[in-house]
């Protein structure tokens, strides 16, 4: 699943080549990455033929594309989609589901979405320009300028859920998928099940700053092979994961303390964490209500 550094990666790519593209046509070639276009297939293509593309921008993992008219192409990439920046004449992908030919600054080029699982897709936002309306609740993330730290520490710390679901909770920070999680909380020496209101300021301060950089560091990767080609950018993120310490790494000890990796299960999925170094939590205590001793009848 792409996580926040390569849907950037694609934001950027898609920057460079269309903005000041004009869509000269559009080919739905499977409805369903359009599900969620109330106008069906067809309106999603009459509104978005002729207009201009102005601006690449992301919130968390969606991105749009901002158009001359005041709307926008929203897109999610779900779990395994791509948005590919070819040149004229450029054969269809095997899972290719949308294409967009464009003209003027783009030069011919085409944007294919592809998508193998089709849980992305892709959606007229009528007004969504600035921000669509359809993503206004997600929060941002922590590599945009707007993020407001402060804010962020102080909803961690009245929430007792686990601090691994905190980073998850698209409303509190987005685009921090399973992998950065888990790999930021082993730089922070945390274990994920702690709770956010069982953290300090500081505890949570420093975290945020292994986020940034876990992401940063994807970032520059996933960047440089980004600029190898036109294209880019998919569905993985396979030229980061030499760099991990955490995730995926079930069994093997690290030089920082010698203890194998641990994994566990966690909302159909996994966490892996060093149990040395993010110590498991005391469980909290059940707060009254329970006597110790029955009552006597
Ligand atoms: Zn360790």
């Known amino acids: 699943m792409p996580e926040l550094p390569e849907v ?6 898609l920057e460079r080549h269309v903005v000041g593209a004009r869509i000269r046509a559009v080919e739905v070639l499977h409805p369903r990455p359009v599900r969620r276009d109330p106008g069906g297939p067809e309106g999603f293509a009459a509104a978005l033929t002729g207009r201009r593309i102005d601006g690449a921008r992301r919130r968390g993992k969606y991105l749009w ?27 269809a992908e095997r899972h290719l589901r949308v294409r967009l ?13 592809v998508d ?31 993020f407001d730290d402060d804010l962020f520490v102080a909803r961690v710390r009245r929430r ?14 987005s685009g921090v ?3 950065y999680a888990d790999e930021s909380l082993w730089r922070a020496h945390l274990h994920g099940e702690r709770g956010g209101d069982r953290l300090t300021t500081r505890q949570v301060r420093d975290l945020l700053t292994h986020v940034r950089e876990v992401m940063s ?47 566990v299960a966690f909302m159909n999925r996994s966490s892996f964490f060093c149990p040395r170094c993010q110590p498991v939590p005391r469980r909290r205590r059940t707060s009254g209500a329970v006597p110790r001793t029955m009552p006597p009848d």
């Not at 859920?161 to 920070?173: E, I, T, Y």
């Open 217 to 263: 560091e994807a970032l520059a990767q996933g960047g440089t092979s980004f600029d190898a080609l036109y294209v880019n950018v998919n569905g993985e993120s396979g030229y980061f994961d030499r760099a991990l310490h955490a995730y995926g790494q079930e069994g093997r000890p690290w030089a920082r303390c010698g203890t194998p990796i641990r994994r």
């Open 8 to 13: 950037e990666v694609v934001r950027a790519g």
């Open 116 to 146: 193998q699982r089709m849980f992305g897709g892709l959606s007229v936002s009528v007004g969504g320009a600035e921000l669509p309306p359809e993503i206004a609740h997600i929060a941002r993330d922590p590599l945009d300028p707007g």
């Open 177 to 179: 998928g399973n992998i």
């Open 101 to 113: 030919l464009l003209d003027g600054a783009a030069e011919g080029r085409h944007v294919h979405f």
């Open 160 to 173: 007792t859920s686990g601090v691994k679901r905190l980073l998850l909770d698209q409303g509190l920070v």
């Open 65 to 91: 594309l901002p158009l001359d008219d005041g709307s926008a192409l929203l897109a999610h990439l779900g779990m395994s989609g791509q948005m590919l920046v070819q040149p004229p004449g450029a054969a």
